[in-house]
């Protein structure tokens, strides 16, 4: 099983990637024991476990101000410590600014993949996608993926544990 929390902050960063995206998240972050691994980028001074404070780290459950915080469970079976090895294997990469961008653009030519930088649903979609989650590549049409994107996609699966509670008021964290 892997717990993937979907999030808003308070930032105003995270109400224009909601606008962008259409989405009512702006962030994703995986679950560990040790803290939340995900990829962000709130300055060099940002709460940091391990890795890159400006890209793929992990950090403390509560490294921001949350506004919404969701947890996806899903049952991932043997694909689990993969998911897990291959997220880590980025940490210290940067934050991929570039991303921000793809949302306001139609322009088809970037790989959301390249994994020489990072945004957080891309980063976790890769690791799910190269751990050999899914039967088969991931086929997305565009040049991004959002948490949105990824909530939507693991949504259609039956091993999205708690789907038919996720939504529910009483389940968000605080």
Not at 36 to 46: C, E, I, P, R, V
Request: hydrophobic letters at 40%; one cysteine or more.
């Amino acid at each position: 099983m892997i717990t993937l929390q979907f999030s808003t902050s308070t930032a105003w960063q995270s109400k224009l990637i909601r606008m962008a995206a259409h989405s009512p998240f702006s962030h994703v972050d995986l679950v560990l024991p040790e803290g939340l691994l995900g990829a962000s980028d709130q300055g060099a001074d940002s709460p940091c476990i391990s890795g890159n404070p400006c890209g793929v780290a992990i950090r403390p459950n509560n490294y921001q101000r949350f506004g919404t915080r969701r947890n996806a469970v899903i049952d991932t079976g043997p694909s689990t410590q993969p998911i897990i090895d291959i997220a880590k294997a980025q940490l210290g990469k940067p934050f991929d600014g570039d991303a921000l961008y793809a949302f306001a653009s139609d322009k088809l030519d970037r790989d959301w993949e390249e994994d020489d930088a990072w945004f957080c649903s891309e980063l976790i979609g890769f690791a799910f996608e190269k751990s050999g989650f899914w039967r088969r590549p991931l086929m997305w049409p565009k040049n991004r993926l959002s948490p949105t994107d990824l909530l939507l996609i693991l949504s259609m699966s039956p091993l999205f544990v708690n789907r038919d509670e996720f939504w529910l008021p009483e389940n968000e964290l605080r």
